[in-house]
């Protein structure tokens, strides 16, 4: 995760690494200059909290938000998180967006934070390396979305939603797909902004996925081919 964060520029404030995984560090701060502190794993797990089973633990500057017309401008999928509040999900949902392909994420003002420590571990570090911005207003973001040509795809379950294996066959250009919070759901503004409800056709009488695991399902029956 560290040599992911460096890659896409992000600056190191300090490194707390063990004695064993120092040299596979090093070549990746050369040139940089930021404060590494080595210490044995119970001194570390003292400081942190937690074991320190990768070995290493860095610091870094939170870069600025990028305006959302910035992010929109060359951008063709992007995913909405409205309110998702368990770090756990933004991370795995920041890993699906990053596999399959979409290029970007808004995330709405009571959403978690991305740069959450548990969010960066389970995306893998790929929330340091996918676009992705705060949204100032929501669901009044959504006329920014239209505005910059998207077509709006609420993942949720209605009566008259369409089947994700239909809107998937001729799928618009730019598209933004919504995804709803761990409980209820996409909220009844977000339904409303939307230009199409979508769901995934389920078996065996489930109704939903866990939305981490329908982001995946979503994103691959919906990326640009």
Do not use: K
Request: glycine share 6%; net charge negative.
């Amino acid at each position: 995760m560290i040599s992911r964060a460096l890659a896409a520029g992000h600056r190191p404030r300090a490194v707390l690494v063990l004695q064993q995984w120092l040299d596979d560090l090093r070549p990746l701060l050369d040139g940089l200059d930021v404060p590494v502190f080595v210490g044995e794993s119970e001194l570390l797990e003292s400081l942190t909290g937690f074991n320190l089973h990768r070995g290493a633990l860095a610091s870094m500057h939170r870069p600025p938000l990028t305006p959302v017309s910035d992010l929109l401008r060359d951008a063709r999928r992007v995913v909405v998180l409205e309110d998702i509040v368990d770090h756990t999900n933004v991370g795995a949902i920041f890993r699906s967006v990053a596999g399959l392909g979409a290029d970007a994420v808004l995330v709405t003002p009571r959403c978690a934070d991305p740069l959450y420590r548990r969010s960066v571990r389970v995306s893998m570090g790929t929330v340091l390396q996918v676009p992705w911005t705060r949204l100032p207003d929501w669901p009044d973001g959504a006329t920014e979305l239209r505005a910059a040509g998207f077509h709006i795809a609420a993942l949720a379950l209605a009566d008259n939603a369409r089947s994700l294996d239909e809107f998937a066959a001729n799928a618009p250009e730019r598209l933004a797909i919504v995804l709803g919070t761990e409980g209820d759901g996409l909220s009844r503004a977000a339904l409303d902004a939307a230009d199409t409800i979508v769901t995934i056709p389920m078996m065996h009488g489930v109704d939903s996925l866990n939305v981490a695991s329908a982001s995946a399902v979503a994103l691959y029956a919906l990326r640009s081919r």
